[in-house]
């Protein structure tokens, strides 16, 4: 009678696989988790496979490989059996700098992730379900921390903050800072169109304190957007970082990606033909990047799930059409013969 | 066994249209009262105020003015956090008022836990399946770990009453609690309240605009139009022999096979735009009165001399 | 019960119900997911000439797939899976709904069969004025007309469902619900239609205004003497307005039979469930709420 039996079908049957999410609140395990993780697709399969790869490099990779620092005679080399990816110009390892690099490059994207989704969180969530002056004052905030342009500002900062002072943390706060403003009015927006649930005006009518409704009724729903800003601030904390490190205002007391690239540009890499200086750093974070991507299309599909179906649809509603056309074939032949 | 005194309610919302604010008056000095083992139904089109009464009841919003007195058998006031314990509410959607990411027991037990009705773990599992055969949902124990939308709109619907009860309530807002389900369930539904009713002797507010529930589900209706109160008395008295010219345009207006065909092509004799909401009649009292507060008070003090 | 229902629909076949002005045959709509539903199974019906017939059921039931199939508006993955939907022309030549090509079904649509839709505010575009969107559709549909004819049919049809001329400047968010509706309707029988179909027009509106554009419905449909397919879920209702009603349940038409036959004894337990799930207005109470009756799990799905 009613069509509810058609959904009834829980999508859970055919999750599986681990999701790049933050962690949540830490409330018990319930059924509702599992509709929060993607659908194993081949496109999220290939993006877990390239994050965790590069992550597990970041992370064994320096305990494995000799100094990077070391400087040796055999300056420029390509690619060899001692060195895979060959030496710099002063004959450091470029396989044991990559490493380095891209443990220095996590690091500030997980910084950065970390940071700038508890600030959106807080700016765009809180703000949105406490309603009147508090959002309005939260929403004028996050609106002019959205037109802060993140690169003048750090230059700005590296004017004032001595270079040797300037550490990875510093960089890491600049650019959350600058970067949380716009998932805060995405939360916002969200959390907006969640709050005016009925579920949620129930839950404050049987007496549900505030920060409950926050965290177990309005939170759980808007995890994968959560999930989808945190993949996205990490991978623009990455690429901002190796921009503004390849203009020389890095991090000085450790090691990315960018820094990497500023020093391969520095020793003319590119004129003198030593791609396997520039091609790896450059292809670490182009890897880490599509890998986050693809992570986020298929968080995407959570929180739109017409998306999942968008291509399985197309597919059933094509075959719909042929074979109503061919039913009016049919009849038309029928018609013609008689 | 709790009693509702609702004196005075105003209730206006300020509407900006850029610069200027306007000011919309949603509740114009509503007064009713709810007692134990009665329904009321409170009738009207969307916009007359119905369920802003409803969300002031059940602490969503503040009142303008007047006062809402809630009070136990013994006249002791119900104040503060033990309020929602006595009020709840049964929303209208239930397709909405249940978090799609949660168990149904966790919509049951969150209020059990709150409200204190249960301690330990197991207590409040065992209460949770109580409360679910309670309205019918059975076998419980598989219906309490799925999620909202393994359930039909009607079972979803029992959830929410069962909720809305799990604190104690004596008090239940049921804003139009069958409107959103199929017409086959809406029976049972209605049914299931009438029966917990009883069980509870729970004073009920049915909050509706169809008038031939509300004429057999209630005791007593309460017409309002544009936030005024414009027709009260008992169920039977207010449909079959309306006063107000509203009253009788909404009857008029209701779908009524029994009445003949002809009645949808017979023009309307009232004019939509003439009715007047300033004056109320009152079967009660058997007399018209002004809307507002003289009414209130004089249906008060006319049914002090009913037997409740 | 199959075969009463079928029977008038196999003469009307071949042409032998007078005054029909559509028939469908044996109608079966699939709606081609894992695994593939039937929305639509073998509905036959006849839709005579002025007469407006109730289509009513529950959500789910396949009333709304039904009346968008009849129209073709049904979109893939829905296919009509058999079946023969019939357009008897008032001239006198039969169109094969099913068989029209592209451009056969476009001409066809509004010209010969329009519908309402449940929400005015999705089906009309809110960023142009009234006035431009009922130009658009008789433009459209009849490129040879002057500007003026254009502004003076605009004017004619809503003054026919009862809105102000001047309302013809406004934009669909200006309007009242029930103005919405009525534009709506207007915006149907623009091109003189021979069948109008209306899916649930006025659930979404007071139960005052509701009655106002029934009486505005039934109105039209005696002066200008076009069919209508009114599809809602309130029986009552239907029973007021319609002349004959098909009840559908699970995809199928179980009855179809008079109003007045409906009402004075339903033979479908379903249809009589229906009917006893509406209390009586003004009547007795009957077996409803209070009289201890039982109110079981109906829903169990």
């Given amino acids: 009678m009613t069509n509810v039996t058609a959904q009834t079908q829980p999508a859970a049957a055919e999750l599986t696989g681990p999701a790049a999410e933050p962690d949540g609140p830490g409330t018990r395990a319930r059924p509702g988790w599992r509709s929060l993780l993607p659908t194993m697709t081949p496109w999220l399969a290939i993006g877990l496979g390239l994050v965790i790869v590069i992550t597990l490099f970041g992370i064994l990779g320096p305990l494995l490989v000799g100094d990077p620092q070391r400087i040796r005679d055999q300056g420029l080399t390509g690619p060899s059996a001692q060195f895979w990816l060959g030496t710099t110009q002063t004959g450091q390892d470029v396989f044991a700098q990559l490493a380095f690099a891209t443990r220095g490059s996590l690091e500030i994207g997980a910084i950065v992730g970390v940071i700038a989704t508890a600030l959106s969180g807080f700016f765009g969530i809180y703000g949105a379900y406490r309603g009147g002056v508090v959002d309005e004052a939260f929403s004028l905030f996050s609106n002019v921390a959205l037109v802060i342009p993140g690169l003048p500002l750090i230059i700005v900062i590296s004017g004032f903050v001595p270079r040797e002072s300037r550490g990875l943390w510093t960089i890491a706060l600049v650019l959350a800072v600058t970067s949380w403003a716009a998932s805060a009015r995405v939360l916002r927006a969200q959390t907006l169109s969640v709050r005016h649930r009925d579920y949620v005006a129930a839950s404050r009518a049987s007496g549900e304190k505030p920060w409950r409704v926050i965290v177990v009724e309005i939170l759980p729903n808007l995890l994968p957007v959560i999930a989808s800003q945190f993949v996205f601030a990490v991978i623009a904390a990455i690429l901002g970082e190796a921009g503004l490190a390849f203009i020389g205002l890095g991090a000085s007391n450790s090691s990315t990606l960018g820094t990497m690239l500023f020093y391969a540009q520095n020793g003319f890499a590119l004129s003198l033909g030593a791609w396997w200086w520039f091609v790896p750093p450059g292809l670490m974070i182009a890897l880490f990047g599509m890998g986050l991507s693809l992570i986020n299309f298929s968080i995407d599909e959570i929180i739109n799930p017409k998306l999942k179906n968008l291509r399985r649809h197309r597919r059933l509603a094509k075959r719909a059409a042929r074979l109503e056309r061919e039913l009016t074939r049919r009849g038309a032949a029928q018609e013609a013969d008689r | ?308 | 019960m199959t075969s009463t229902v079928q029977a008038p629909a196999a003469t009307a076949a071949r042409g032998a119900t007078p005054g029909a002005v559509l028939t469908v045959e044996d109608l079966s709509v699939v709606y081609e997911v894992d695994p593939p539903v039937t929305a639509v199974r073998g509905a036959s019906l006849t839709l005579r000439r002025g007469e407006i017939l109730g289509l009513a059921g529950e959500s789910g039931c396949g009333k709304t797939t039904l009346a968008y199939a009849v129209n073709r508006l049904h979109r893939p993955p829905a296919r009509v899976a058999s079946g023969r939907i019939t357009f008897h022309d008032v001239g006198g030549d039969d169109v094969d709904v099913l068989a029209l090509g592209d451009r056969e079904l476009r001409a066809f649509r509004w010209n010969k069969l329009s519908m309402v839709f449940q929400g005015a505010m999705n089906a009309l575009n809110p960023v142009t004025t009234v006035r431009a969107q009922l130009a658009d559709t008789l433009r459209t549909h009849r490129p040879g007309l002057s500007r003026a004819a254009v502004h003076a049919r605009s004017r004619d049809v809503l003054e026919r469902v009862g809105v102000d001329p001047a309302r013809l400047t406004s934009y669909p968010h200006e309007l009242s619900g029930g103005m919405r509706q009525r534009v709506m309707i207007a915006m149907a029988m623009l091109l003189e239609p021979q069948i109008m179909i209306m899916d649930e027009p006025t659930t979404a509106l007071d139960v005052v205004v509701q009655r106002e554009i029934l009486r505005e419905i039934v109105r039209l449909r005696d002066e200008l003497d076009f069919a209508v397919m009114f599809i809602t879920h309130d029986l009552p209702l239907l029973l007021e307005i319609s002349n004959r009603i098909a009840v559908m349940l699970d995809g199928e038409i179980v009855e179809l039979d008079t109003a007045a036959n409906l009402l004075a004894g339903a033979s479908h337990p379903y249809t009589r469930k229906l009917l006893g799930s509406f209390p009586s207005l003004s009547g007795e109470r009957g077996g409803f709420i209070r009289s201890g009756v039982d109110e079981t799990e109906e829903d169990q799905a």
């Fill in chain 2, 1 to 308: 066994m709790t009693t509702v005194h609702v004196t005075d309610l105003v209730k206006d919302y300020s509407i900006r249209s850029g610069l200027r604010r306007r000011r919309l008056r949603a509740v114009d000095h509503v007064s009713l009262d709810l007692v134990p083992g009665r329904t009321v139904a409170l009738v009207g089109e969307s916009g007359s105020g119905k369920s802003t009464i409803a969300k002031i009841l059940t602490r969503m919003e503040k009142p303008t003015s007047g006062t809402v007195e809630v009070a136990l058998d013994d006249g002791t006031p119900v104040r503060g956090p033990m309020y929602l314990r006595q009020v709840q509410m049964v929303f209208q959607d239930p397709f909405a008022s249940l978090n799609p990411f949660h168990s149904i027991e966790h919509h049951i037990a969150r209020p059990l836990l709150i409200h204190e009705r249960t301690r330990t773990a197991a207590q409040t599992h065992e209460r949770v399946l109580e409360m679910l055969e309670r309205v019918n949902l059975t076998p419980a124990e598989t219906i309490a770990p799925r999620r909202p939308h393994e359930l039909s709109g009607g079972q979803r619907q029992r959830v929410a009453i069962a909720r809305a009860l799990a604190p104690g309530a004596q008090v239940l807002i049921a804003d139009e609690p069958v409107s959103m389900l199929d017409v086959s369930i809406r029976l049972g539904v209605l049914n299931l309240l009438g029966r917990l009713q009883r069980e509870d002797r729970l004073a009920v507010l049915y909050i509706t605009h169809d008038l031939a529930t509300a004429r057999h589900f209630s005791d007593e209706i309460v017409v309002l139009y544009r936030g005024r109160v414009v027709e009260r008395g008992p169920a039977d008295a207010v449909i079959l022999d309306p006063h107000h010219d509203y009253t009788k345009l909404l009857a008029q207006a209701a779908p009524d096979p029994e009445r003949g065909p002809e009645r949808v092509t017979a023009e309307a004799v009232i004019d939509r735009d003439a009715i007047d909401n300033s004056v109320c009649y009152d079967h009660f009292l058997g007399e018209w009165v002004q809307a507002g507060t003289p009414a209130a008070r004089g249906a008060r003090a006319g049914r002090a001399g009913q037997p409740a």
